[in-house]
């Protein structure tokens, strides 16, 4: 009884059913009446009858004959059709829990983590409609759980080589190959310190996902965040033969936002020209102002980026250089870390780029506080 089908077979059922009653209700009635009229009193005589009245008795018994007669052919026709449509009922009933069975179906299957379960689109709007909804469910949790592996075995990968190195080097002092000098430990040191900022920009990234990392905004000076910025890197930008340009208007409206996040995506950005720049190079930051917008964008000259992997510059642990290089390519973690901050400001980021060789452009967009 519990069962969709059976329902709307029983309700198919009762309409005809009461259909059926209705009609067989007024062909008793009318019988009934019949007959009532049809009565003749036991004590006339022939002769009591005139001509006339005999002829209008006859006339309404026919008239009576035939309107029962008629009325039973629709009986019969009702009843037919109560039959087919209570086949029909049950047989359209099955069609529309079927869709529904085969979902129960794919959802234990999904909950047993056969992400690739899908169900055919079919039946009504509102049907379909679950169907393609549970689709686009199946087809986001299978997507999620891949991207979860992949991000399992990134780490597994980032986590190798400092720990092989460390461990290797650590092996060849045992065993006296190397001498336990503070050349040594320095190298030792660099890889605890690359283990430990990996860790920290995964903590930071999963802090940023799960929406629990603490903002402190309020109104910030876009251009003298920039300034302060550009003040610390020209040092090192001119050790590596690369002129640093700033691009900064006066005027431009205070954003609304964390100055030390702030701070942190341009270290990123930064960080990120500076790493696919080649020496005589040229990196620009400039800050524009929009209708209720400004933009902070940070221009390169060096590697660039093919279109085909800009839309995944911002995934983690990706890397444009298919060798995955450290010196090339970072913890891959960097321009992940930067989106995520910029959202969480209520910001948008994005990259561009002409093409490999032709350099790079990012833009973060913040709302004017």
Known sequence: MNQLWVRISLTYVAIAIFLFLIPTMVFLAVQADSLDQGNVNPDYTPADISPARFMEGVSQNLFGAHRLEIIG????????????????????????????????????????????????????SEVREVAEAFNAMAEALEGAEKMRNNMLADIAHELRTPLTVIQGNLRAILDDVYDLDKVEVARLYDQTRQLSRLVGDLHDLALLEGKQFSLSLGRQDLSGIVREVAAIYQPLVEDQGISLTLELPEGVSPIEGDGARITQCLNNLLNNALTHTPREGEIRISVEQNEDTVELSVNDNGDGIDPEHLPRVFDRFYRVDPDRSRQTGGSG?????????????????????????????????????
Do not use: C, K, M, Y
Request: hydrophobic residues 50%.
């Open 333 to 369: 973690l960097g321009l992940a870390i930067t989106q995520a901050l910029v959202h969480a400001q209520g910001g948008e980021i994005r990259a561009t780029s002409p093409g490999i060789g032709q350099g790079s452009t990012f833009t973060i967009s913040f709302p004017i506080s």
């Open 73 to 124: 052919r629709l009986v019969r026709i009702l009843l037919a059709i109560s039959f087919v449509g209570i086949l029909i009922g049950i047989i359209s009933s099955r069609g529309l829990a079927a869709p529904l069975h085969n979902l129960a179906i794919a959802a234990r299957a999904v909950g047993s983590q056969d992400l690739s379960q899908r169900i055919e689109v079919r039946g009504s």
